[in-house]
C-alpha cells in the first residue's frame, strides 16, 4: 500500500489539508455566465469570454451537456448552457443539437412549454425548477419575461421574516439550504407584479427581506461556497434591480474570485474539511504520533465556534469546507470526530461540543437530517440512512469514554438510529444514501454505495438487518469483482471500496473479498491510473467527481482487507 499512502500524502496543501479537486461542472459554469452578464457584460466580458469558451468546448459528441465532464447529458445541464450561450450571443446554430434535445424533452422552448416540463421533472419540490425558470426569464430567454415572471408559481420571500424555528412547520417550497434563493426569485418576482394592493402590501417587507439575506451571505459572498445558488440569488437580484446592492456586488465577487483558469467553475468551491477528515481516518493506522497531532490541530480548528448564521445552528458542528460559506452538518461533523477519534482524541471539549451538537439534530424518527432537524417535507431535508449511520459510528466511539448523563443520552441516541435503520432498509435489504447517487441508474438511486456505508458504519453489530444488507451486496457483485450501477454492469472504484471496507468483517464474505482485491490491486499500485467517477450530489440530482474520494476509500477498504489478503503481492 505504500505508493498509496505516498499518493495521498502528496495531496495536501500548504496548510498541511488535503487538497480537494473537484470537476468542473456545466451547471456551474452556465449560472455564473448569465450572473456576470446580467451585472456587467462590459466590465466581465473576459470571464464571460472564458465560461462560454470553455462550454463549446465541452459539449459532448451528441452536442449536449451532462453536470460534469464525465456526466451522461440530461436536462437540467443541457437548458443551462442552452440559456447561457444564448445570453452570450452565441448564434444558435452552434449549438442546435441541445436546443433539439431541449425541444423534444420540454415540448418546445417557449415558457409554457419549458414550465411544464421543468415542474414535470422536479415534481412538488421547486428547489430547482423555478431558478432554472428565473434565469431563463432574467436572462432574457423568453420574449415575454413581464409575462413569464408573473407566469411561474411563486416564492414567498415574506416567510424569511418569521422566526427562522417556524419554518419546519411551514411547508415550503425549496429545501432549507435554498432560503436565499427563495428570498432573490421572490424580490424578483414581486418586481414585475405589477401595482396592485397585494404587491405593494408585499412591498413593505422588500428592505426586510434583504436584510435577512445580507445576514445570512458569507463573508466571501458565496452562499455555500456553490457557485449555483450564488449565482441564482445575484441573476434574481439583478432583475429585481438591485444590481448594486452589496449581496449582489459580494456574490459575483464571489464567482470572479472561483472562476477556474479554464474558464469552469466547480459545483462547490471545494470539500477540503470534508476530504481532510476521510483521509486522516484512512491515513492514521499509518502515521506517526507527531503526523497526527498535527491532524488533530488541523480538524479542531474548523469547528463551529458561534451562531451559525446560515442555519441557526448551535456551536460544535464542522462543514465541508474551511471556507466562510460551509455549514455545519450531520455527515461532515461525524467524519470529523470519527477523525478525531483515529488519531487519538479523547473526551476533549471540542468533541463533547461536537456529540452535542449531533444529539440536538437528531430527527423524532431517530434518524439524522443534513442540515436542520424537523424538515420533513422534501427528500433533501429527511432523515437518510447514510447520514444516520455515520452519526451512529461517531457516538459508537465516543460512548465509553463519556460520562454520564451524556453516556445515556449518546446510548438512547443510537437505539434511536437503529430503530430508524430497521424501517429505512428497502425489501430487498438495501439503504438508499441522500448523498451519493449513481448517475447511470434509471432512479439515480446508489443503493449499492448505500448500502455499504450502513454495513461499515455498524461494523461488529449484530442486528439482524445487516445480514439482509450483507448478503444484499454479496448477490450484486460482478465476475469483475467490482460493484457499480444496478442498472447496468459499470464497475465503479468508489463504490468497491466502500463495499469491501463494509463487508470486511464477515467471514463469509471471504470468496467475494478475494474477487474484489484483485479488481483493486492495479489501483493500489498505481493511483495515478485512478479514473474519475461522478457521484450523486444532495439528492442525487447534481453530479461531480472527486479527485481524493477513490484513492481515500481505497486505503481505508486496504485496511480493512483481512489479514491474508493484505499479505498477497497484488495490495502492494
Known amino acids: 500500500m505504500t505508493a498509496l499512502i505516498d499518493y495521498l500524502l502528496s495531496k495536501r496543501d500548504p496548510d498541511g489539508y488535503f487538497a480537494s479537486k473537484l470537476s468542473d461542472s456545466a451547471i456551474s459554469t452556465s449560472v455564473a455566465l448569465v450572473a456576470l452578464h446580467l451585472a456587467d457584460s462590459q466590465s466581465y466580458a473576459k470571464p464571460i469570454e472564458k465560461a462560454r469558451d470553455w462550454l463549446l468546448v465541452h459539449a459532448d459528441a451528441a452536442g449536449l451537456y451532462g453536470d460534469s465532464p464525465e456526466s451522461p447529458a440530461n436536462l437540467t445541464a443541457t437548458f443551462l448552457a442552452t440559456v447561457a450561450l444564448t445570453c452570450a450571443g452565441v448564434p444558435s446554430e452552434r449549438f442546435q443539437p441541445a436546443r433539439e434535445f431541449l425541444k423534444a424533452n420540454l415540448g418546445g422552448l417557449d415558457f409554457v412549454s419549458v414550465r411544464k416540463g421543468l415542474l414535470a421533472?422536479?415534481?412538488?419540490?421547486?428547489?430547482?425548477?423555478?431558478?432554472?425558470?428565473?434565469l431563463a426569464t432574467a436572462a432574457g430567454f423568453f420574449p415575454d419575461a413581464d409575462a413569464a415572471w408573473r407566469a411561474m408559481p411563486r416564492f414567498p420571500f415574506e416567510v424569511a421574516l418569521l422566526p427562522e424555528g417556524l419554518?419546519?412547520?411551514?411547508r415550503l417550497p425549496v429545501v432549507s439550504y435554498a432560503i436565499p434563493a427563495l428570498i432573490?426569485?421572490?424580490?424578483?418576482?414581486?418586481?414585475?407584479?405589477?401595482?396592485?394592493?397585494?404587491?405593494?402590501?408585499?412591498?413593505?417587507?422588500?428592505?426586510?427581506?434583504?436584510?435577512?439575506?445580507?445576514?445570512?451571505?458569507?463573508?466571501?459572498?458565496?452562499?455555500?461556497?456553490?457557485?449555483?445558488?450564488?449565482?441564482?440569488?445575484?441573476?434574481?437580484?439583478?432583475?429585481?434591480?438591485?444590481?448594486?446592492?452589496?449581496?449582489?456586488?459580494?456574490?459575483?465577487?464571489?464567482?470572479?474570485?472561483?472562476?477556474?483558469?479554464?474558464?469552469?467553475?466547480?459545483?462547490?468551491?471545494?470539500?477540503?474539511?470534508?476530504?481532510?477528515?476521510?483521509?486522516?481516518?484512512?491515513?492514521?493506522?499509518h502515521l506517526d504520533d507527531q503526523e497526527k497531532n498535527r491532524f488533530r490541530t488541523l480538524l479542531v480548528s474548523h469547528q463551529t465556534q458561534t451562531l451559525h448564521p446560515f442555519t441557526r445552528s448551535e456551536p460544535g458542528g464542522w462543514a465541508w469546507t474551511t471556507h466562510s460559506g460551509g455549514v455545519p452538518d450531520a455527515d461532515d461533523t461525524p467524519a470529523a470526530l470519527i477523525a478525531l477519534h483515529a488519531v487519538g482524541e479523547g473526551a476533549s471539549s471540542t468533541v463533547l461540543a461536537g456529540i452535542r451538537w449531533l444529539l440536538h439534530l437528531q430527527n423524532r424518527d431517530g434518524g439524522f437530517p443534513t442540515f436542520c432537524k424537523g424538515w420533513g417535507k422534501l427528500p433533501f431535508d429527511r432523515s437518510c440512512p447514510d447520514l444516520t449511520a455515520h452519526a451512529y459510528k461517531a457516538f459508537s466511539l465516543y460512548a465509553p469514554l463519556l460520562q454520564d448523563p451524556l453516556r445515556k443520552q449518546v446510548r438512547r441516541a443510537m437505539r434511536r438510529c437503529v430503530g430508524f435503520l430497521k424501517k429505512a432498509q428497502r425489501p430487498d435489504g438495501s439503504f438508499l444514501p441522500l448523498w451519493f447517487g449513481d448517475q447511470r441508474a434509471e432512479d439515480k438511486s446508489a443503493p449499492i454505495y448505500g448500502s455499504a456505508v450502513v454495513?461499515?458504519?455498524?461494523?461488529?453489530?449484530?442486528f439482524p438487518f445487516l445480514a439482509k444488507a450483507r448478503d444484499y451486496l454479496l448477490s450484486h457483485q460482478y465476475p469483475s469483482g467490482g460493484w457499480g450501477s444496478v442498472d447496468s454492469e459499470t464497475d465503479?472504484?468508489?463504490?468497491?471500496?466502500?463495499?469491501?471496507?463494509?463487508?470486511?468483517?464477515?467471514?463469509?464474505?471471504?470468496?467475494?473479498?478475494?474477487?474484489?482485491?484483485?479488481?483493486?490491486?492495479?489501483?493500489?499500485?498505481?493511483?495515478?491510473?485512478?479514473?474519475?467517477?461522478?457521484?450523486?450530489?444532495?439528492?442525487?440530482?447534481?453530479?461531480?467527481?472527486?479527485?481524493?474520494?477513490?484513492?481515500?476509500?481505497?486505503?481505508?477498504?486496504?485496511n480493512h482487507l483481512p489479514l491474508d489478503l493484505l499479505r498477497h503481492k497484488c495490495c502492494y
Open 121 to 134: 421533472a422536479y415534481g412538488k419540490d421547486l428547489t430547482f425548477s423555478v431558478p432554472l425558470l428565473a
Open 184 to 285: 432573490a426569485i421572490g424580490l424578483a418576482q414581486l418586481a414585475y407584479a405589477g401595482q396592485g394592493v397585494i404587491s405593494r402590501i408585499r412591498g413593505k417587507a422588500r428592505e426586510k427581506a434583504l436584510r435577512v439575506l445580507t445576514a445570512k451571505q458569507p463573508e466571501d459572498g458565496g452562499f455555500l461556497e456553490a457557485a449555483p445558488l450564488t449565482g441564482f440569488v445575484a441573476i434574481c437580484l439583478c432583475a429585481a434591480k438591485l444590481s448594486d446592492h452589496p449581496v449582489t456586488r459580494r456574490a459575483i465577487r464571489f464567482l470572479l474570485e472561483t472562476q477556474r483558469e479554464n474558464g469552469a467553475w466547480p459545483i462547490d468551491r471545494d470539500l477540503r474539511q470534508w476530504v481532510t477528515s476521510l483521509a486522516v481516518r484512512a491515513l492514521a493506522p
Open 167 to 170: 419554518f419546519k412547520y411551514l
Open 455 to 462: 454495513l461499515e458504519h455498524l461494523a461488529g453489530e449484530s
Open 492 to 558: 465503479y472504484l468508489c463504490f468497491t471500496a466502500r463495499c469491501i471496507s463494509a463487508l470486511a468483517g464477515y467471514p463469509d464474505a471471504g470468496p467475494a473479498l478475494q474477487r474484489a482485491a484483485r479488481f483493486v490491486a492495479p489501483y493500489v499500485r498505481h493511483p495515478e491510473t485512478i479514473p474519475p467517477e461522478p457521484i450523486g450530489l444532495y439528492f442525487a440530482h447534481l453530479w461531480y467527481s472527486e479527485e481524493l474520494y477513490a484513492p481515500i476509500f481505497l486505503l481505508h477498504a486496504c
